[in-house]
């Protein structure tokens, strides 16, 4: 099956721990993002990755790190400095070069609540 | 800075009913309007794309209409039934990959 897979489901967070949320896509797609999501609001852009080995910040980078070593994997790492963590957190990937057309797929999330 | 806002932010109405769900945003210079099915605690799933040059997409009982020029899109859904409760997000694209998505709008069908 083709598709975007987040793990894991769920995560707990201890303070001044960092942990790392994974997302792998096997649709062959250039570009990949994070976003959170809290309660009643939208979706909030982190960091998104047009190609391996580059990633920019989004509207909400600080206290996150990303990387991008692989066309199919984009793991989000949340820092000790990010100090509100809880939320749904969704990554997305698309295929780049046609602005018009160009639908972001998303997996079924990750789940962070801080312990 | 673009900015999306959906009305209203919870909509509940009968079976059979047909509705239209609101989108409106601040900046006409967009490449695509998207909108989005996010079920709870699941991930989005698209539902229509209309790019920039294009007035509305259909999908089934799904019809998206899109005027650029006021900053306004609707999301009409004929038939309503139970199974299309969930949460509907609608998303515009300006001149990058980044998508600014709005709140949402919590529909819920009564059988």
């Known amino acids: 099956d083709g598709g975007i897979t987040q793990s894991p489901k769920y995560l707990f967070r201890k303070e001044g721990q960092n942990v790392t949320l994974s997302c792998e896509q096997n649709?062959?797609?250039?570009?990949m993002y994070w976003y959170r999501q809290d309660p009643g609001q939208g979706l909030r852009l982190i960091y998104y990755?047009?190609?391996?080995?580059?990633?920019q910040k989004g509207d909400i980078a600080e206290g996150y790190s990303v990387s991008r070593e692989k066309k199919e994997s984009f793991p989000l790492t949340v820092t000790s400095a990010q100090k509100n963590p809880t939320a749904f957190y969704l990554c997305a990937s698309s295929i780049t070069g046609t602005l018009a057309k160009n639908i972001q797929y998303f997996g079924a999330g990750t789940r962070l609540s801080v312990l | 800075k673009q900015e999306v806002t959906q009305i209203p932010a919870a909509l509940s109405v009968p079976e059979g009913e047909n509705l239209v769900l609101n989108c409106s945003f601040t900046d006409s210079a967009i490449y695509n309007l998207q909108w989005f099915r996010q079920d709870p605690g699941k991930g989005l799933t698209s539902l229509l794309l209309?790019?920039?040059?294009?007035r509305e997409q259909t999908s089934g009982r799904l019809n998206a209409s899109l005027d650029k020029s006021s900053g306004r899109s609707t999301l009409y859904i004929a038939a309503s039934q139970p199974g299309d409760s969930a949460t509907y997000l609608c998303a515009v694209q300006g001149g990058s990959e980044k998508l600014v998505f709005g709140k949402g709008t919590k529909l819920t069908v009564n059988p």
């Open positions: 649709l062959n797609h250039d570009a």
């Open positions: 990755s047009q190609i391996v080995n580059d990633f």
């Open positions: 209309i790019q920039s040059s294009q």
